[in-house]
Every structure is written in structure tokens, then in C-alpha cells.
């Protein structure tokens, strides 16, 4: 399967394109094998067999034989978007575990040639939303669920999936180096979804965490 490249932005609709493609790879797998490699649970018993797993901490599921992918109890079938990120997810997995070392979009394969465009739609984006205020940005992690992390003047790992960690760092800066965010994978990602669905992440990690802040300001 081909892979498709990020561009300035993530083509979210590029990227669902590939539904059909996807589906077609997935047809005769060992649904044990795949439960172990994505860290999902395999119900058999749910027919026609389904897998049950988080996605960004919220429960979801993928039916096996059509591969549609259900958030939580819903009984309609998610977005075109959710759809290929967890197919994505469920074709390449491998059950590689994770490094515990973070790496920016750069050392991704092909990475390098897109981490200025990957770095404005995330990590500028959050430091043009927070500026100096890492309280706010703190408060916006953790409404998010974030877990702490030791990296940076504050950072927060987030679990967009089973084996699939995002972790966003926030520096304030001082008068040598400017402020900045930016938004890692671990070292294992590539084993788990495409550069292109790395992407995709971060743009949605980093919108998860805009909004999270606008909510705070209204309440």
C-alpha cells in the first residue's frame, strides 16, 4: 500500500478516500493476532466478532467482516475521518513496544521533508492560542485528560490510541530563545499508523487543546 504525504495541512479527505483499501487489507487476519498487535480486546461472542479499544480515552469499536468503526454504544457508524484512523491503525500495527523516547514529526519516515508545515498547524498554533499563559495551557491539558510529563516547562502526553502516545511540550522561553510548543510521537509510532496519520494527530491533538481552553474561558 501506498503511503500518501502530509502536505501544509493534513488532507483529511485524501485521507478517508482509502476506506475501501483499507477494509480489502484487513479481510482475513487473525482477529487474535490484530487484538494483541493494536491492544484491543477481541469479542468473538459479539457477532459478527468485534474489537473494543479507546480512542483519544473514549471507547470504540470495529466490527469485524464490514470493518465499520462505532463510537461507544452508538449503532451509527463514525465519521469517514475515525473510520481510516483506526483502520489505518488495525492494518499496520505490529505489536512493537513502545520506545519510551520521543521523537519530533522530523524523525518519522519522510518526515523531515514536512515538519515546518506540520510544526505551524500544531505547535505554533498552540503557542499563538497560549502565549506566555502556562497556567491555561496546563488547565487545557489536563481537561483533556493529559498526563503530566517532565519535559519542558509543562507537558502533557495524551492516548490517542492503545500503542499510539502524543505527548505536547510547552517552553515559555527566556531572552535567548523564544517561546514554543511542539507536539511528539514515541519512537514506536511508525510501527502503528502512517507518517500521514501522524499528522493527523497532531492537528487534532492540537485543536483538542484550543478548544479545551475556549471551554475554560466560558465556564
Known sequence: MSVPKPSSTPNLDRFSRRLGELRSALQNRDPI??????????????????????YWGQPARLTAGDWLVYKGCSTE???DFEQ????YYFDIADGTPEEGRWVSFTDLPDGKFYSQAFQGYTGREIW???????????????????ARQDLGDASYCFRALPRV??????????????????????ASASHYLTTDACA?????ITRKIISANLKNKDA
Not at 84 to 87: G, H, I, S
Not at 165 to 186: M, T
Open 77 to 79: 457508524p463514525a465519521s
Open 84 to 87: 481510516a484512523m483506526l483502520l
Open 200 to 204: 493527523v494527530l497532531g492537528s487534532a
Open 33 to 54: 493476532r490484530l487484538a494483541e498487535a493494536t491492544g484491543s480486546e477481541w469479542k468473538p461472542e459479539e457477532q459478527p466478532g468485534e474489537f473494543r479499544l479507546l
Open 128 to 146: 499563538a492560542a497560549f502565549g506566555a499563559n502556562l497556567a491555561a495551557f496546563e488547565d487545557a491539558c489536563k481537561a483533556l485528560g493529559g
Open 165 to 186: 502516545p502524543v505527548l505536547v511540550v510547552y517552553w515559555l522561553g527566556d531572552e535567548d530563545f523564544p517561546g514554543s510548543a511542539r507536539v511528539l510521537f514515541d
